[in-house]
């Protein structure tokens, strides 16, 4: 299988080709500079793995939750090769894909990704199944939710942020980190195939990111036509 991945949750761009048994991957701290270096990033990858857009079988997104900008500038890049060279293009929930490799195990498993200090979007998962829908909290509106005498394996980019901060707060909190800090592109891939095999429809032209909260720039937008209103 030829396959692009790119995962956008967070500042630091993960972007991954693979054409049959050979991989290639790149990992940049962007910054607020993401759109700068995706592009770049795709054409190295791409080069490495030895194929040209037009040979890929599917590309794969990190859809959301995570930064609007990242988010935005994955999904659009993207869209231009589905466009371009009608390739399917699957979105898969950010918290499903790096929660993904622990889909084996017993235990919960909590996925999450930082939104701002000390508040994170997040999501449970139960032996590869989502518990409910993701969801925007505090650190300690989460952590009410946990049993003090249950482990909870953590991950995701803000697994060790987040359960260090919780032995902080709490510590005796049963939260402990599994996820390795590399982006999830490889699980984007096998999501992907998976997918594709089943003959699952891939993103439509007007579907766009998954997005848990609203931006700054919306509750702004929000607050001053209450404003107005009054």
């Known amino acids: 299988m030829n396959a692009l991945a790119i995962d956008c949750a967070v500042s630091r761009l993960a972007v991954a080709a693979k054409s049959g048994s050979t991989f ?5 701290d962007a910054g607020t500079r993401q759109s700068e270096k995706l592009l770049p990033a795709i054409d190295t990858v791409m080069k490495e793995a030895g194929i040209a857009p037009s040979e890929l079988d599917c590309t794969a997104v990190t859809q959301g939750p995570g930064t609007f900008t990242g988010l935005r500038l994955g999904l659009s890049a993207l869209k231009a090769i589905q466009l371009a060279h009608g390739v399917p293009l699957y979105a898969v ?6 929660a ?5 195990f017993r235990e919960t498993v909590l996925s999450v990704i930082q939104a701002k200090e000390d508040e994170y979007f997040y999501a449970f998962y139960m032996h590869g199944e989502q518990i409910r829908a993701e969801e ?10 946990l049993d003090p005498e249950i482990p909870i394996l953590t991950c995701g980019p803000a697994a060790s942020q987040f359960t260090g901060r919780a032995r902080e707060l709490f510590p005796l909190c049963p939260a402990y980190d599994i996820s390795p800090e590399s982006g ?3 699980s984007l891939l096998e999501i992907a195939e998976l997918m594709l095999r089943e003959k699952t429809p891939p993103l439509n032209d007007y579907d766009g990111p998954l997005y848990v909260k ?7 937008l929000a607050s001053g036509t209450k404003r107005k209103e009054l």
Do not use: H, N, V
């Open 93 to 98: 929930p950010s918290l499903k894909a790096y």
């Open 24 to 28: 290639a991957k790149i990992t940049i």
């Open 100 to 104: 993904w490799p622990f889909r084996k």
């Open 184 to 186: 999830c592109c490889e």
């Open 214 to 220: 609203k931006s700054e720039a919306e509750i702004a």
């Open 136 to 145: 925007s909290m505090d650190i300690e509106g989460i952590l009410r939710q």
